[in-house]
């Protein structure tokens, strides 16, 4: 499918026809993705896809208005066949579309490619965010500015998996509260936020006036 929607979107900016303006496949049943999800290129891993970088520039467009692909992800380490050529195309066309991805969900992976994966899309298109992680305080704080981006952001679902509990436990009091600080600080840049949803996040204690200001 993804090659044919490759092949369509080349021959739409070739020909300069302009009436396509958002391509939105959001909401499609699973067997959809199923025709042709194009070719696999080895590992399937969300490390793996974040990491490889295109030989050969794609085809250059020359636009003045970027056409819009709308879309919701659900990414964990292993991702399906059509979520590894997705992100391979997405990321290869960023500079020349307009991909917005308006619910995210990542479970279980590092933070920088977290970070790799947010580089694709339009900030400010994303309005639900749900992270199931087990990243250490340190991480979440190094994290934060990117969650400050995400200006309309309207659900956030953030739970935090205590297999590095230790580490927070060998954290100096200074840097905690420095790392906790940093975290806290980007939620008053989510005007849009309307419901939020935290487990497992025990540094807060103590702290929830500051997060809720």
Same mark, same amino acid.
């Given at each position: 499918f993804w090659s044919f929607v490759s092949s369509y979107i080349s021959i739409y900016f070739t020909h300069r026809k302009r009436k396509l303006q958002v391509l939105d496949l959001r909401n499609v049943h699973h067997h959809f993705w199923d025709v042709s999800a194009g070719p696999e290129d080895g590992d399937g891993s969300a490390e793996t896809v974040c990491q490889k970088q295109k030989a050969t520039r794609p085809h250059s467009y020359a636009l003045r208005r970027r056409l819009k692909v709308v879309t919701d992800l659900c990414l964990q380490f292993d991702l399906e066949e059509h979520q590894t050529y997705f992100l391979q195309w997405a990321q290869e066309r960023r500079g020349s579309l307009n991909l917005c991805c308006v619910k995210l969900q990542i479970r279980g992976l590092a933070m920088h490619?977290?970070?790799?994966i947010l580089q694709? *899309?339009?900030?400010?298109?994303? +309005? +639900?965010? +749900?992270?199931?992680?087990?990243?250490?305080? %340190?991480t979440l704080a190094s994290f934060a500015p990117c969650l400050g981006q995400i200006k309309n952001l309207r659900k956030l679902h953030l739970t935090l998996v205590h297999e590095?509990? *230790?580490?927070f436990l060998c954290t100096s009091t200074d840097i905690k509260e420095k790392s906790?600080?940093? *975290?806290? %600080? =980007? *939620?008053?840049?989510?005007? %849009?936020? =309307?419901h939020l949803?935290?487990? $497992?996040?025990?540094?807060?204690? $103590?702290?929830m006036n500051e997060l809720l200001v």
């Open positions: 490619t977290v970070r790799k694709i *899309f339009q900030p400010y298109c994303i +309005e +639900e965010l +749900e992270l199931h992680i087990d990243w250490t305080l %340190s590095k509990l *230790f580490t906790v600080t940093k *975290f806290i %600080s =980007q *939620f008053s840049k989510l005007n %849009s936020l =309307q949803d935290l487990a $497992g996040l025990y540094f807060l204690t $103590g702290h």
